[in-house]
């Protein structure tokens, strides 16, 4: 049994810092107020603060439980929560699990319940958001073979969107730059890794770069049959806050 | 001719086919290799007219020697001609794929010198994508009508999606408008890919490493409008190609008016026409639906201003309401407004605990059209009556079709028709 306390735990920001914090809240058996990132936290009267650092540890032992007692299913959802940066999602998490441990695997089909819902929602936009730039993402080949591509993306969809580009371009060396959250995907052709940044490079583009481009905007614009032009259709599919990172409309 | 301008010319020419769908292939990336394939296929882009942008879309060639009257490439056309040669379009393939402009090429082409020979040509251009770039993206290919079954059949090998087109949906309206080909020549590719396919698959099964003919299916499409077929005869096609050729994908294609003989048509393309028919085209493939159900003689054609789904539903009212926590999958499946991932999450949740409308809201289950039609623990949704007369009003109001004012069942000619077509998103 937790005990619902006005009390909120901090942490550090990380995957990791969230993980342990819901250790400690179970350690505890504290069901807290709120679960807040040390960073950017505002203080609340009449409620204690807990602070919690990552340890490695105390989160493999959350995440195992994840896998053994609800389902892999379900840690895809909540790392995309995670994901998500949006306000509120470590207590949507926390719910959730709560209710996971209660229900186990069939957790994720009962949509019906609250926490069930509030996650999953918030999953899917990160995870259908990052599905969009699996397609929307634009490579510019850079003077020393590089390619080279800048997003802007509501939710932090690198980690999900790694492995796609890795495998299909296993021996092409690239970087994908988060200019939102300040950080880079990059590949050299053998390992990954996510690298903070705090400014965009100066870029030299390889000479070949603007023909391409050009040919790219000539064959998009041929593309579209007159007759049928359809704007508002094109805005839903594909919205205007992709547009100023794509080769297409540059 | 510079490279930049053929491409103009060869994906203006191209632009009338259809298909740009790159689902169905999982091809992984081989060592050293680029490129592999998506299960759910990516849309890279979307143009000016809402289409999806996937593949790179052009032909090898617009020289033609047949006179389709619908087609704008026919031979009596006066119209730039170009020409690719094969290492040209793979070297383009291969840049815009490192750039992620695209998920692969579709390449098709109009018919050079004869079949055999422009089949040729496509398979040259590409073994040098497959066996030289090591490129393991999606590839969609046309089968010409007419060209050798052993080139069909090396064809097949390379390529993840062939299709063959069926052009008009009617023997009669081909040999009217493209004399050159015949009903034959069209069927028997159709028919050639679909055995190699099966065969491929019992392989496989056999051998994991056995080569893989097809392994996206084939696809084909139809332009609809250009000749006088009703949606019936167009409906009972598609399901016919469905169960017979076990195609992957028919596509419609509203006709543009491109062509000069007085047989053809000059209005504007029937969109909403081709609309219905991709509504009725997914209610075959998913829901379960037979084309008899959906049409019948004495109606062949869909209503302008309700969905096929909602049609059969008010003259099937004697089967609803359904209750949400009782009635089967397949039912549930037929409720106007619901549709298969709601369905599975209805059919997933209803099994801990009793649904009621509140729930469905939270599992994000839209209740605009499907409130007519269900009930929840015995209660209908804000004690609506269920009368036909008052359903259809009620729908259409709340689809801000009618608009203000009376609305009128029998009037055909809809004014919003185009604020329908920016409500239904994908064409």
Redesign the interface.
Known sequence: MLNRRDVIYTYDGSFEGLMSAIFDCYYSHDYPYDICNEGNMQTVLLCDYIGTSADREKAGRVMNSIFAKISSEAFYHIYCAYLSETKGREMKIFDFLHTGYKFGASVTNRMNLDSVWRLINTAKTVASEAHLYRGFIRFKKLENGIYYSEIEPKGRVLPLISHHFCERFSSMPFMIHDLNHAECLVYNGNSVEIRETDSVPLLKYAEDEQAFQEMWREFYNTITIKERRNEKCRMSLLPKRYWRCMTEFN | ME??EK??IL??A???DVACTSSGSNR??T??????G?EAG?????????????L??ILFSNYCIYDCQYCVNRCSNDTERASFTPREIAD?TI??Y????I?GLFLSSAVIKDPDYTTEQLIKTIEILRYEYRFN?YIHAKAIPGASKDLIAKLGLLVDRMSVNIELPSQKSLLALAPQKSKENILNPMQQIKNGITESKQELAVYRHAPKFVPAGQSTQMIIGATGESDKAIINLSQGLYKKMNMKRVFYS?Y??VGTNPLLPTT??P?LREHRLYQADWLLRFYGFTAEELLSEKNPYFSNIIDPKCQWALEHLELFPIDINRAPYEMILRVPGIGVRNAL?IV??R???H?TFD?LK???VSMKRAKYFITAEGKSYGNIWLRQELITPMLLSENGVAGFGQISLFDDQVTGEDRI??LT???
């Open positions: 490279i930049k491409l103009r994906s203006d191209a632009k009338y992984k990336n060592k050293g290799g680029i490129g592999s998506a990516i849309c890279h882009s979307f143009s000016a007219d809402g289409r999806c942008i996937s790179l879309k383009l840049e815009f490192k750039r992620n402009y998920e993206g509203a543009v008016p504007a393309p969109l999450k997933k949740a099994r801990y605990t649904l729930d939270k599992m994000r077509k920016c998103g994908e064409m």
